[in-house]
Nanobody, 124 residues
Framework: QVQLVESGGGLVQTGGSLQLSCVVSGRAFSNYAVGWFRQAPGMEREFVAR????????TYADSVKGRFTIARSNAKNTAYLYMNSLKPEDTAVYYCAADASQDGSEWQGDYTHWGRGTQVTVSS
């Protein structure tokens, strides 16, 4: 059973930064690609970023490109989302997810394991 636990969310002012972490347990972390998604109130969950099992390739949503960075440490069984220049429209619950295909994608249906999410609130 694969379990994912996110942390690092909180309240930050516009222009600030946060670092989210996603600790994966239960199976070999290096077997999975990891994606970050977010869901704002009243909105559907959307793709933010993904990283392949090796960390060799990443993809970002246009809305976060240049501001967010996804990374991973297979030695620590942890994925990260570094968020800079935060905007009020980044306010959402952020979820990490694992994809056994090892490549990951922008499509939520590819991900078989999900965390419970961490709240990020950006004040104006």
């Amino acid at each position: 059973q694969v379990q994912l636990v996110e942390s690092g969310g909180g309240l930050v002012q516009t222009g600030g930064s946060l670092q989210l972490s996603c600790v994966v347990s239960g199976r070999a972390f290096s077997n999975y690609a990891v994606g970050w998604f977010r869901q704002a109130p009243g909105m559907e969950r959307e793709f933010v970023a993904r990283i392949t099992w090796s960390g060799g390739a990443t993809t970002y949503a246009d809305s976060v490109k240049g501001r967010f960075t996804i990374a991973r440490s297979n030695a620590k069984n942890t994925a990260y989302l570094y968020m800079n220049s935060l905007k009020p429209e980044d306010t959402a619950v952020y979820y990490c997810a694992a994809d056994a295909s090892q490549d990951g994608s922008e499509w939520q249906g590819d991900y078989t394991h999900w965390g419970r999410g961490t709240q990020v609130t950006v004040s104006s």
